[in-house]
């Protein structure tokens, strides 16, 4: 069976990231690039780590007017990911016109509440009434905009999977038990996180900045 667990390659270096993928590529089902890989490296970066032959979530988590994320994301078109986002505060024309956008096979897929912000943070940022209500808030529309599913945290997943049966589930900010938070905030296990109905787990610096990649991702492996 392949595995739920997407590395989060969160690096500029390609030789870096490229090394890593090989090291852990029999553990994980994806490789997720982000922000700081895309930066550096760009769409040839993006199609050198699709060599490996691993499906690439590409998580660029646009937010803009609609005519700007659908212009983006027909620029992202030859590299035809696998899983690309948005945020979910774009609104619903926005995400509307992502999905129209994106290539047939690529699942596009709603940011909600950052794993990195806690109630306080959520408060201060005009949402008054916490991460859960805004998750299920954002998964709706999300759902009636024509999207694929959502990001969340494992604490909201369930929640919003009961919103949406047969929508996609992204679960970041998970760490091992014994694992450093680091600035996520909302966090649970992997375990808990797929018991909750995540579709996939996205795991970064408990992989990546393990001294031993290799085993790092067969021991998170061997708990799920
Ligand atoms: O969209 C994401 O993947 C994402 C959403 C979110 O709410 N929180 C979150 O941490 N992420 C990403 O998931 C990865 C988590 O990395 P680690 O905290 O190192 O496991 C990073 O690449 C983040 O960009």
Partial sequence: MSSCIYVALDTPDLDQAMAIAQRVSSHIGGIKLGLEFFSANGRAGVRDMASLGLPIFLDLKLHDIPNTVAKAIQALRPLKPAILTVHA???????????????????????????????????????????????????????????????????????????????????????????????????????AALDAGASILVIGRPITQAPDPDQAARAIKATL
């Fill in 89 to 191: 505060a774009g609104g619903r024309a926005m995400m509307e016109d992502a999905k129209a956008a994106a290539p047939a096979g690529t699942r596009v897929v709603a940011v909600t509440v950052l794993t990195s912000l806690d109630n306080r943070d959520l408060s201060r940022i005009g949402v008054p009434d916490g991460s859960a209500a805004q998750v299920e808030r954002l998964t709706l529309l999300a759902r009636d905009a024509g999207l694929d599913g959502v990001v969340c945290s494992g604490a909201e997943v369930a929640a919003a999977k009961a919103l949406w049966p047969d929508g996609f589930f992204v679960v970041p900010g998970v760490r091992p038990a014994d694992g450093s938070s680091g600035d996520q905030k909302r966090v649970v296990t992997p375990r």
